[in-house]
């Protein structure tokens, strides 16, 4: 018969032993990396995407920076784009028990 092996979490498990303080720690560095990636591939110019984020005590806004060709891609018609990138950012930001803001800079 085959022998039974012990237990261990698998590598996609690994954040449920974390404490909570630590996850947090961490999404506070992904976010402006999550908005960096989602705007690249929206733009013309990827080279030209930057993030900055600015921390207050429980707001912290992000600071998009683009082409200025690539403006109208990232804000899109009505403002729909922008506005999708402002929601997800914001459920993001959920995790921290943090508000989220972008503002999309000329």
């Given at each position: 018969?085959?022998?039974?092996?012990?237990?261990?979490?698998?590598q996609?498990?690994?954040?449920?032993?974390?404490?909570?303080?630590?996850?947090?720690r961490?999404?506070?560095?992904?976010?402006?990396?999550?908005?960096?990636?989602?705007?690249?591939?929206?733009?013309?110019?990827?080279?030209?995407?930057?993030?900055?984020?600015?921390?207050?005590?429980?707001?912290?806004?992000?600071?998009?920076?683009?082409?200025p060709?690539?403006?109208?891609?990232?804000?899109?018609?009505?403002?729909?784009?922008?506005?999708?990138?402002?929601?997800?950012?914001?459920?993001?930001?959920?995790?921290?028990?943090?508000?989220?803001?972008?503002?999309?800079?000329?």
């Amino acid at each position: 018969m085959w022998e039974r092996r012990p237990w261990r979490p698998r590598q996609g498990l690994a954040e449920a032993t974390r404490t909570a303080d630590e996850v947090a720690r961490g999404w506070r560095y992904r976010q402006p990396l999550l908005l960096e990636a989602i705007a690249k591939t929206l733009v013309d110019h990827p080279e030209e995407v930057k993030v900055r984020a600015v921390q207050g005590e429980t707001m912290t806004i992000l600071e998009l920076r683009v082409h200025p060709e690539d403006i109208g891609q990232v804000i899109g018609r009505q403002g729909r784009t922008a506005q999708a990138l402002r929601r997800i950012i914001g459920a993001a930001g959920m995790k921290l028990y943090r508000r989220v803001t972008v503002e999309i800079i000329d």
